[in-house]
């Protein structure tokens, strides 16, 4: 079970801070080398930020791109893409759950229903008020026999039904 540090540092209302010094940049660095072009680094990289900051800012956004010789709007259209980035601050433990057609007809909605109760977080991307949790919901994750998959951080947990989401909830607090 991974439980990670997700510091809410707000790069857009405090002065800037580059992301990419001493350790941080040793790790860039070393990506860097592993691709052919650095274009080829942009998931990563951006993978990076948000492990520093929590979230990736437009500001975030703009020196990732001039670190990587491409556009802001270029690494914008990449962070909107992919539900794994967050564009706004999140709870400590992000939570996805797959409401798909598949897993919908199998109950993903109550499952959503009780994560929302049982977190505190009450709406879909909102965060709870002790900061613990936001729940989205997402499309498929791929594990359409086994609903309802929720992603919990970065653990992947199958056959979720409501009765057993009061349960794991306890385990991440
Ligand atoms: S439809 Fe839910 S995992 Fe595929």
Redesign the pocket.
């Known amino acids: 079970m991974s439980v990670s540090a997700r510091p809410t540092h707000d790069a857009e209302t405090e002065q800037y801070q580059t992301v990419f010094t001493g350790k941080v940049l040793e790790k860039l660095q070393v990506l860097l080398e592993r691709y052919p072009t650095k274009q080829g680094a942009l998931l990563p990289a951006l993978w990076l930020v948000q492990q520093q900051r929590g979230w990736i800012s437009d500001r975030n956004m703009t020196e990732v791109a001039a670190v990587l010789g491409l556009t802001p709007a270029y690494v914008k259209g990449v962070v909107t893409f992919y539900t794994m980035y967050h564009q706004h601050p999140v709870g400590q433990h992000f939570v996805q759950v797959?409401t798909?057609?598949?897993?919908n007809i199998c109950g993903?909605e109550d499952v959503v229903h009780a994560l929302l109760q049982a977190t505190g977080a009450k709406e879909l991307g909102a965060t709870s008020p002790d900061g613990k949790w936001t729940v989205i919901e997402v499309e498929?994750?791929?594990?359409?026999g086994f609903?309802?998959?929720v992603l919990i951080d970065d653990d992947f947990i199958e056959s979720v039904t409501p009765e057993r989401v009061a349960e794991l909830v306890r385990k991440y607090q």
């Open positions: 797959c798909t057609s598949p897993c993903a498929c994750l791929g594990a359409c609903a309802t998959p």
